[in-house]
């Protein structure tokens, strides 16, 4: 399999983007590169950038690896990624508003009703709420991976949509920030368009999504609490734009109005960017043995009095059943191509699909279709003959719930590893922030699968970062 | 403010308090000990050290008989014991955590620098170790966390109530060190008022006065010689002597009145009245109630207090 190397082009030459840095590099001695990454590790530490792994035992802080080696997008390859990610995230928000709404898309018979209607992602909760700009995915990471078209040249493809609780952008604004205080010559180098302005961006569209008439509503960041994975990041962008972090037990519902629990009494909420699950959220409504919600939350949302990014009921359209539908959904709702181009998806739902994958599964990926985080998933390339017999098993019994993808070439980026500098697979997460209009921060958080030849880039399963800079020019 | 993140910043701020106060009474113990003494005098210095903070009951179901060792063990680096160093560190850490948002990033990163690197010093335990080196590490960190709180955080309410958990638990300390060491006294070694203290209570008294950076302070203040009563005076009364319970239950009150509203109305009038009777107190009047007695009833206030507090701010 032939990869597409973001610095090296085929015949071995640099792509021009990558020559200062090249130069730069060549003129640093390893040593002082060593001692740069244990300086990062200590830093990070010390600023307690962890996070938690599922089935680690309870509390236990781990760092995300970080490399010292940047991804670089060009100006021009940039502005078509951000065309395309606006393109489809307001398909993606018009889709969703219909599905709950008018149901257009259905009785055109362009995405199976049944593959909605019946998808346990739909919250019939939602059938009717009228949301603030009739935005649902206030915060959206799109997975973009790079691979050689057959034309020869490297392609961006979006693997997957986060439309629920993406996370990873603390990542994106902390690695820009290590970059620049181990190496701040680079960046008289290069112009690297600054992301640091995110959290005000967010703030911005969380405030443009208030419920009408509050003029200046109270914002606030749900977590589930210090032992979530993610704790970090939801206590980072509360801090980062001055807003209170609660938790559900500091929040109470009276008369449909939201409140959480101050040093001066009640005070009124307005507007929630939680990171909870759906599922979590009210024990009136959804699980009744969540403590981490709020009863009674849905009757106060589905009442206007409060608003919650993102909104409940987004799975639907990041489903990766729904995946396959997204090119149709932004020609339906837009009128326009698609700017970015989907992978080939299998459903393995429909029995000639089903059969070719069962034939091919060395060669393919497969997915659960509600999966997230690349738990339960198997890519056929890595996987033994043990694991595929054991698969195909799980497929045959219940193929709805699982979606097959050719193993993508994903894109290579040199990487520090033990041995020196090697080429390792990367991916790139943007994130699109919907309020009044849509908008990007230019950049992303960049994964990198630090095992050799390994395709999965998930930080819980021992991916690493990097640091992602788009060229202003 | 949430009343919840004011609860995490309350404790956040004791356990540091806590952390340094046990360091600074370990320290003095392993000076004293320096001195030629007779053994049961040093079995007395370490139970004392035991008793303030209450915990001889706690170490004897572990331990057995009191072993300078195992003592020092078990206040440094046990992490069954919530009071020992290590742990009110960890604790101090673990409420930061989870208010990392609503304290200054400085602040933040000072508190889990001090626990990363407690870990590191204390993993091996203290064999080999110079204790004093430690200790003194424990009261610089402590001072590190509450000059970068006064140097950078905005003085809101967050601010308060970190303000609020310093002084009552330096509050609470001070009463118990007096009562604990008054006790620790021979009867017969007691002196009376201006009377010359016999040369063995010198070293005893000096000791009370440099756990709490007063020996300086004594001097400057009384310029003469120690008498266990100007010790009393200066730390329940001494309105300028940082750690003196006047100035605590000052630093308290002027707190909780910046953070009041109209359901406090109760907890601020006991705050008041502490306060005030220990601005106008008077060392005879206190002495003729008993210091023990004294003591007792003032731990309890400050408890009550603490209770007040707790139930008008942290847990609405």
Same mark, same amino acid.
């Given at each position: 399999?032939?990869?597409?190397?973001?610095?090296?082009?085929?015949?071995?030459?640099?792509?021009?983007?990558?020559?200062?840095?090249?130069?730069?590099?060549?003129?640093?001695?390893?040593?002082?590169?060593?001692?740069?990454?244990?300086?990062?590790?200590?830093?990070?530490?010390?600023?307690?950038?962890?996070?938690?792994?599922?089935?680690?035992?309870?509390?236990?802080?781990?760092?995300?690896?970080?490399?010292?080696?940047?991804?670089?997008?060009?100006?021009?390859?940039?502005?078509?990624?951000?065309?395309?990610?606006?393109?489809?995230?307001?398909?993606?928000?018009?889709?969703?508003?219909?599905?709950?709404?008018?149901?257009?898309?259905?009785?055109?018979?362009?995405?199976?009703?049944?593959?909605?209607?019946?998808?346990?992602?739909?919250?019939?909760?939602?059938?009717?709420?009228?949301?603030?700009?009739?935005?649902?995915?206030?915060?959206?990471?799109?997975?973009?991976?790079?691979?050689?078209?057959?034309?020869?040249?490297?392609?961006?493809?979006?693997?997957?949509?986060?439309?629920?609780?993406?996370?990873?952008?603390?990542?994106?604004?902390?690695?820009?920030?290590?970059?620049?205080?181990?190496?701040?010559?680079?960046?008289?180098?290069?112009?690297?368009?600054?992301?640091?302005?995110?959290?005000?961006?967010?703030?911005?569209?969380?405030?443009?999504?208030?419920?009408?008439?509050?003029?200046?509503?109270?914002?606030?960041?749900?977590?589930?609490?210090?032992?979530?994975?993610?704790?970090?990041?939801?206590?980072?962008?509360?801090?980062?734009?001055?807003?209170?972090?609660?938790?559900?037990?500091?929040?109470?519902?009276?008369?449909?109005?939201?409140?959480?629990?101050?040093?001066?009494?009640?005070?009124?909420?307005?507007?929630?960017?939680?990171?909870?699950?759906?599922?979590?959220?009210?024990?009136?409504?959804?699980?009744?043995?969540?403590?981490?919600?709020?009863?009674?939350?849905?009757?106060?949302?589905?009442?206007?009095?409060?608003?919650?990014?993102?909104?409940?009921?987004?799975?639907?359209?990041?489903?990766?059943?729904?995946?396959?539908?997204?090119?149709?959904?932004?020609?339906?709702?837009?009128?326009?191509?698609?700017?970015?181009?989907?992978?080939?998806?299998?459903?393995?739902?429909?029995?000639?699909?089903?059969?070719?994958?069962?034939?091919?599964?060395?060669?393919?990926?497969?997915?659960?279709?509600?999966?997230?985080?690349?738990?339960?998933?198997?890519?056929?390339?890595?996987?033994?003959?043990?694991?595929?017999?054991?698969?195909?098993?799980?497929?045959?019994?219940?193929?709805?719930?699982?979606?097959?993808?050719?193993?993508?070439?994903?894109?290579?980026?040199?990487?520090?590893?033990?041995?020196?500098?090697?080429?390792?697979?990367?991916?790139?997460?943007?994130?699109?922030?919907?309020?009044?209009?849509?908008?990007?921060?230019?950049?992303?958080?960049?994964?990198?699968?630090?095992?050799?030849?390994?395709?999965?880039?998930?930080?819980?399963?021992?991916?690493?970062?990097?640091?992602?800079?788009?060229?202003?020019? | 403010?949430?009343?919840?993140?004011?609860?995490?910043?309350?404790?956040?701020?004791?356990?540091?308090?806590?952390?340094?106060?046990?360091?600074?009474?370990?320290?003095?113990?392993?000076?004293?000990?320096?001195?030629?003494?007779?053994?049961?005098?040093?079995?007395?210095?370490?139970?004392?050290?035991?008793?303030?903070?209450?915990?001889?009951?706690?170490?004897?179901?572990?331990?057995?008989?009191?072993?300078?060792?195992?003592?020092?063990?078990?206040?440094?680096?046990?992490?069954? =014991?919530?009071?020992?160093?290590?742990?009110?560190?960890?604790?101090?850490?673990?409420?930061?955590?989870?208010?990392?948002?609503?304290?200054?990033?400085?602040?933040?990163?000072?508190?889990?620098?001090?626990?990363?690197?407690?870990?590191?010093?204390?993993?091996?335990?203290?064999?080999?170790?110079?204790?004093?080196?430690?200790?003194?590490?424990?009261?610089?960190?402590?001072?590190?966390?509450?000059?970068?709180?006064?140097?950078?955080?905005?003085?809101?309410?967050?601010?308060?109530?970190?303000?609020?958990?310093?002084?009552?638990?330096?509050?609470?300390?001070?009463?118990?060190?007096?009562?604990?060491?008054?006790?620790?006294?021979?009867?017969?070694?007691?002196?009376?008022?201006?009377?010359?203290?016999?040369?063995?209570?010198?070293?005893?008294?000096?000791?009370?006065?440099?756990?709490?950076?007063?020996?300086?302070?004594?001097?400057?203040?009384?310029?003469?010689?120690?008498?266990?009563?100007?010790?009393?005076?200066?730390?329940?009364?001494?309105?300028?002597?940082?750690?003196?319970?006047?100035?605590?239950?000052?630093?308290?009150?002027?707190?909780?009145?910046?953070?009041?509203?109209?359901?406090?109305?109760?907890?601020?009038?006991?705050?008041?009245?502490?306060?005030?009777?220990?601005?106008?107190?008077?060392?005879?009047?206190?002495?003729?109630?008993?210091?023990?007695?004294?003591?007792?009833?003032?731990?309890?206030?400050? =408890?009550?207090?603490?209770?007040?507090?707790?139930?008008?701010?942290?847990?609405?």
């Amino acid at each position: 399999m032939r990869f597409y190397d973001e610095m090296t082009a085929a015949d071995g030459s640099l792509r021009p983007h990558y020559l200062p840095y090249d130069r730069w590099l060549r003129q640093q001695p390893p040593d002082v590169m060593q001692a740069k990454r244990e300086e990062a590790e200590l830093i990070f530490r010390r600023v307690g950038i962890t996070f938690a792994v599922y089935g680690d035992e309870a509390g236990t802080e781990r760092l995300i690896p970080f490399d010292l080696i940047p991804r670089i997008i060009p100006a021009g390859e940039w502005a078509h990624l951000e065309a395309g990610l606006k393109q489809r995230v307001s398909a993606l928000n018009r889709f969703i508003h219909d599905v709950y709404h008018q149901q257009e898309i259905l009785r055109a018979g362009i995405v199976p009703e049944d593959m909605v209607l019946g998808n346990s992602q739909f919250r019939a909760e939602m059938m009717g709420v009228n949301l603030p700009h009739q935005v649902y995915a206030h915060i959206a990471g799109i997975d973009i991976v790079r691979a050689e078209n057959p034309a020869g040249q490297g392609e961006y493809y979006v693997l997957e949509d986060n439309l629920r609780v993406p996370s990873g952008v603390s990542y994106m604004l902390e690695n820009r920030r290590m970059m620049m205080r181990l190496f701040p010559e680079l960046f008289s180098l290069y112009p690297i368009a600054p992301v640091a302005h995110y959290p005000d961006a967010l703030l911005e569209k969380l405030r443009d999504c208030a419920p009408p008439g509050v003029n200046d509503p109270t914002v606030v960041v749900l977590t589930p609490g210090m032992y979530n994975s993610a704790y970090f990041e939801h206590a980072f962008l509360a801090q980062q734009m001055g807003v209170e972090l609660v938790e559900g037990q500091d929040l109470f519902v009276k008369d449909d109005f939201v409140y959480m629990r101050t040093t001066q009494g009640p005070q009124r909420v307005d507007v929630i960017y939680r990171r909870i699950d759906d599922d979590f959220l009210d024990p009136q409504v959804f699980r009744a043995d969540s403590a981490l919600g709020c009863a009674g939350l849905m009757r106060a949302y589905r009442a206007g009095n409060v608003n919650l990014a993102n909104a409940i009921g987004t799975g639907i359209a990041d489903d990766k059943s729904l995946y396959p539908y997204v090119p149709k959904m932004i020609e339906f709702y837009l009128g326009e191509k698609p700017l970015l181009a989907n992978v080939p998806t299998h459903l393995c739902r429909e029995p000639e699909s089903l059969a070719y994958v069962l034939a091919h599964l060395p060669e393919l990926v497969v997915k659960e279709v509600h999966g997230a985080g690349g738990y339960g998933m198997l890519v056929g390339p890595a996987a033994s003959r043990d694991q595929i017999a054991a698969f195909a098993d799980k497929l045959r019994a219940n193929p709805q719930h699982y979606i097959a993808q050719p193993t993508l070439a994903l894109s290579t980026c040199p990487t520090y590893v033990d041995a020196g500098i090697a080429p390792r697979h990367i991916d790139l997460r943007p994130f699109v922030l919907s309020g009044k209009s849509v908008s990007i921060v230019p950049g992303g958080l960049t994964r990198v699968a630090l095992t050799e030849s390994s395709l999965v880039v998930n930080s819980s399963q021992g991916g690493g970062t990097k640091d992602t800079w788009v060229l202003e020019r | 403010m949430l009343s919840r993140t004011a609860d995490h910043l309350f404790w956040m701020a004791r356990y540091t308090e806590r952390a340094e106060n046990t360091a600074r009474m370990l320290d003095v113990q392993v000076q004293t000990v320096l001195l030629p003494q007779a053994a049961e005098d040093t079995r007395l210095g370490w139970a004392g050290l035991l008793g303030i903070s209450e915990l001889i009951g706690d170490y004897t179901r572990q331990h057995g008989a009191i072993d300078p060792e195992r003592v020092l063990d078990f206040m440094v680096r046990d992490p069954a =014991n919530p009071s020992s160093i290590l742990s009110c560190l960890r604790a101090a850490r673990e409420n930061a955590r989870a208010v990392r948002g609503a304290i200054a990033t400085e602040v933040w990163e000072t508190v889990n620098q001090t626990w990363l690197e407690a870990q590191r010093l204390l993993a091996d335990g203290l064999h080999g170790q110079d204790p004093a080196q430690i200790f003194e590490w424990v009261k610089h960190r402590s001072h590190l966390s509450r000059g970068v709180t006064s140097g950078t955080m905005l003085q809101d309410e967050a601010y308060h109530f970190l303000r609020i958990g310093t002084f009552l638990e330096r509050a609470d300390n001070t009463a118990r060190l007096l009562d604990v060491k008054f006790h620790a006294l021979p009867a017969d070694g007691r002196a009376t008022s201006g009377s010359k203290v016999p040369e063995n209570d010198f070293y005893h008294w000096s000791g009370v006065l440099r756990s709490v950076s007063g020996f300086e302070v004594y001097r400057k203040v009384y310029r003469d010689v120690i008498t266990p009563e100007r010790v009393a005076a200066l730390l329940i009364l001494r309105p300028d002597m940082p750690r003196s319970l006047a100035a605590c239950l000052r630093e308290v009150d002027a707190h909780l009145r910046a953070v009041a509203h109209p359901q406090s109305g109760e907890t601020l009038r006991r705050s008041g009245l502490l306060n005030a009777q220990l601005q106008y107190g008077r060392l005879d009047d206190i002495m003729a109630t008993g210091l023990h007695a004294y003591l007792t009833h003032l731990l309890e206030r400050i =408890n009550d207090l603490g209770a007040g507090i707790s139930r008008d701010f942290l847990a609405l």
